[in-house]
């Protein structure tokens, strides 16, 4: 009598419940990372699993030659009567390949996914993607030159990469810079590279080629740091238009506190923003030259900054920030005229918070100036601009104390002592030498055109081209 309860009790509730939601059930959809083609020694494989139910099971194999190999097993709990309607997707990551699967030789194989739902019928899902297992690493080797490099400053190194290959350049320390096919020169390629004004002088550098498999090659070649002692300086924020400059940047006052605590918020933390803003513009930059011979500053101006200088900044006797300086401030008289220091295409032409008023000019193979402060444009994102050509006015916009051009050269996102940029010696011995000849051939001494807009330009400020007199006697 006592099993005769239950029994009746389970026959009720088959009854009352409507036979579909016992067997409702949902096949997952699996997704295997589509950019996945190639397995090597440790593959991370990204796999996306979709069922409002959930999965029971989740099993992951890799196949060659008819056998498997697993590559991860994941199990729940079945659900038969409480099931799951809104499960969010799971998402795995495994790793493939010779590491964890010893028997994997270099072919074509396949990477398998099943999965369980995890309802009454237990569905079983399956999908494949086809790959191919690569072992063998890539090989490098760089030029046989000495590169002499300055501290923040930008050296290039001339490298050849071989076997399966897809992805080369220069590592400085935790900095990548790209490669591009070194002009006139197949199979050749190189790397404009920079030294941060920031790094150790023993921070490692060397080439460097990847596959898809994730093998990586290096190479290290020839290089001698000259270490640079930055100026300091003290700014005591009574002697700013603190309140004109907040107001300016933030005018709808979004950044609480008072002015002060404005200011260090929009020094600190703008400022990081801004010039993460200014790295990814080296992912608009063209694969070939579009300048040549030197670059041109700002014509008979004064210097009020020069790059990495430190600067701590004070309010009543106490430090309340610390920053970099990473550029140039030059001066003439109010709403000067800014010269385009080299041909290239304008990138950028809009506000950019600390710099107010900002131009970026993109130079070819992730070269790029940089124009702040700016009262004026004359030029719009997408122009092609010649050397010379006027392309704004200065001004006091962003974070200026008064009015002038900020100006700076960045390499691949990271910002650069312009000086060796002036020096058409610098410019020819450790560029244009090193790329095709008839590149090396240009004067890099010769006028720019002249335009109605423009008086000739000399060939640097006065400040600017006595520091690239003392940059050419370091022999760096």
Same mark, same amino acid.
């Given at each position: ?18 036979? $579909? ?27 996306? =699993? ?37 499960? $969010? ?93 070194? !002009?006139?020169?197949? @199979? ?9 004004? %920031?790094? %150790? ?18 190479? @290290? ?5 000259? !270490? ?9 924020? *009574? ?38 803003? =200014?790295?990814?513009?080296? =992912? ?11 670059? =041109? ?6 210097? *009020? ?9 004070? #309010? ?25 220091? /080299?041909?290239?295409?304008?990138? #950028? ?14 130079? @070819? ?51 650069? /002592? ?7 010696? #610098? ?50």
């Amino acid at each position: 009598m006592k099993f005769i309860l239950p029994l009746l009790v389970g026959i009720l509730l088959l009854i009352a419940v409507p036979a $579909p939601f016992f067997f409702t059930s949902t096949n997952t959809a699996i997704t295997v990372d589509p950019s996945l083609k190639v397995i090597g020694n440790m593959t991370p494989v990204h796999i996306r =699993l979709e069922n409002p139910h959930g999965e029971r099971s989740v099993t992951v194999t890799v196949e060659q030659d008819g056998k498997s190999y697993p590559a991860t097993s994941v199990n729940a709990p079945a659900k038969y009567i409480r099931v799951e309607k809104n499960a $969010p997707p799971l998402e795995l990551t495994v790793n493939a390949g010779k590491q964890p699967m010893p028997a994997l030789h270099e072919g074509k194989a396949r990477i398998v996914v099943r999965a369980v739902s995890n309802d009454m019928r237990a569905m079983t899902a399956m999908k494949s993607a086809e790959v191919d297992v690569l072992l063998a690493p890539p090989r490098i080797s760089a030029d046989g030159a000495q590169h002499y490099i300055n501290q923040g400053g930008t050296e290039m190194v001339v490298f050849t990469p071989s076997g399966s290959w897809t992805e080369a350049g220069v590592k400085v320390g935790d900095q990548t810079f790209r490669s591009y096919p070194l !002009p006139g020169h197949p @199979g050749q390629y190189f790397s404009l590279f920079a030294f941060s004004w %920031n790094l %150790n002088p023993d921070t490692p550098i060397s080439v460097y080629a990847t596959n898809p498999s994730g093998a990586v090659a290096k190479a @290290g070649f020839f290089t001698k740091i000259f !270490p640079k002692k930055f100026r300091t300086s003290t700014i005591p924020l *009574e002697t700013m238009h603190v309140e004109r400059i907040v107001d300016q940047i933030d005018p709808q006052h979004k950044i609480p506190g008072s002015d002060v605590e404005r200011f260090v918020y929009i020094n600190n933390v703008m400022r990081q923003a801004n010039n993460k803003t =200014l790295a990814e513009l080296r =992912l608009q930059t063209e694969q070939k030259f579009l300048w040549t011979g030197s670059f =041109l500053p700002m014509v008979d101006s004064t210097v *009020e900054s020069r790059f990495a200088d430190d600067r701590t900044y004070t #309010w009543q006797g106490r430090k309340v920030d610390e920053q970099t300086h990473l550029g140039f401030d030059l001066a003439k008289v109010m709403h000067s005229p800014v010269p385009a220091a /080299n041909d290239g295409r304008v990138v #950028w032409a809009e506000d950019l918070g600390i710099y107010g008023n900002c131009i970026v000019i993109d130079h @070819g193979f992730g070269l790029q100036s940089l124009y702040g402060h700016l009262s004026q444009f004359l030029v719009k994102k997408g122009d092609m601009v010649k050397k010379a050509q006027i392309i704004g006015m200065t001004g006091s916009t962003g974070m200026a104390g008064g009015d002038h051009l900020h100006f700076s050269m960045l390499v691949d996102g990271v910002q650069v /002592n312009a000086v060796e940029w002036w020096d058409p010696h #610098w410019v020819k011995d450790r560029i244009l030498s090193r790329m095709d000849a008839t590149l090396s051939d240009v004067n890099p001494d010769a006028a720019p055109a002249k335009t109605a807009k423009e008086k000739p330009a000399a060939p640097a400020a006065k400040a600017p081209r006595k520091a690239a007199k003392k940059a050419r006697k370091r022999k760096a």
